[in-house]
């Protein structure tokens, strides 16, 4: 069987004895789509280079934002639109390499916490409901079924244009939290990459 690129990128990197890149395409399939690190590590932006690197990469990331929505959307262009959503992909998966951010370990702690936004059961929709009927707030739920699973659950939307508990503009059909939202619980940094980014001694999992 052909080697498949991720496989390919693994060996040249083996065989140049880059044991940096042979451990970050090793855990690609779980990090990043194939092909974002080498191409980065390719062209100078190193894996764990820090704040200074973010400082870079987050003006590239709002210039292919700016493009896409100039150059796909706006003339909808189904081309330029396809393109952006690559390589807004591509430059923000190059955002938590250049950090040292493990990219789809994260990702999946928020997905897991966008799941939490969901009622399992009735009795838990209504609870939601109640904690936004002591702030005021007009609401409806629906029950769905998770595509491609026998699971359902229910889904709290803004009844109407409204102000939520914050203060922000709540525009109708706006999914809203349930009350059994968690937000995401991250791993605990490596040291190397902690000590990049200056964090201190604390649970960096659980933030204050």
């Known amino acids: 069987m052909t080697p498949n690129h991720l496989q390919q990128a693994i060996a040249r990197a083996t065989a140049a004895g880059d044991e940096v890149m042979v451990g970050l395409l ?3 399939s779980q990090d990043y789509y194939p092909g974002a690190a080498e191409i980065n590590q390719l062209v100078g932006n190193l894996w764990n280079s820090g704040w200074g690197a973010a400082d870079k990469q987050i003006g590239i990331i709002e210039s292919e934002f700016h493009e896409t929505a100039n ?21 923000t998966l190059g955002l938590a390499h250049r950090t040292g951010l493990n990219a789809a370990a994260d990702y999946a702690q928020v997905v897991a916490s966008q799941y939490s936004k969901f009622d399992p059961t009735e009795e838990d ?17 629906e029950r769905r079924q998770v595509p491609g699973t ?22 109708a059909g706006k999914w809203l939290k349930s009350y059994r939202f968690a937000e995401p619980v991250f791993d605990e940094l490596p ?18």
């Open 26 to 28: 090793q855990r690609a």
């Open 71 to 91: 150059d796909g959307i706006a003339a909808r262009d189904v081309y330029e639109l396809r393109d952006g959503v690559g390589d807004l992909i591509f430059t």
């Open 125 to 141: 929709a209504l609870k939601t409901k109640a904690k936004y009927d002591a702030l005021g707030m007009e609401t409806r739920y």
């Open 150 to 171: 026998d699971d359902w659950v229910y889904v709290t939307f803004s009844a109407k244009d409204q102000i939520d508990g914050e203060g922000r503009k709540c525009g």
């Open 191 to 208: 040291a190397e990459v902690s000590a990049k980014l200056n964090v201190a001694t604390v649970d960096t999992a659980n933030p204050a």
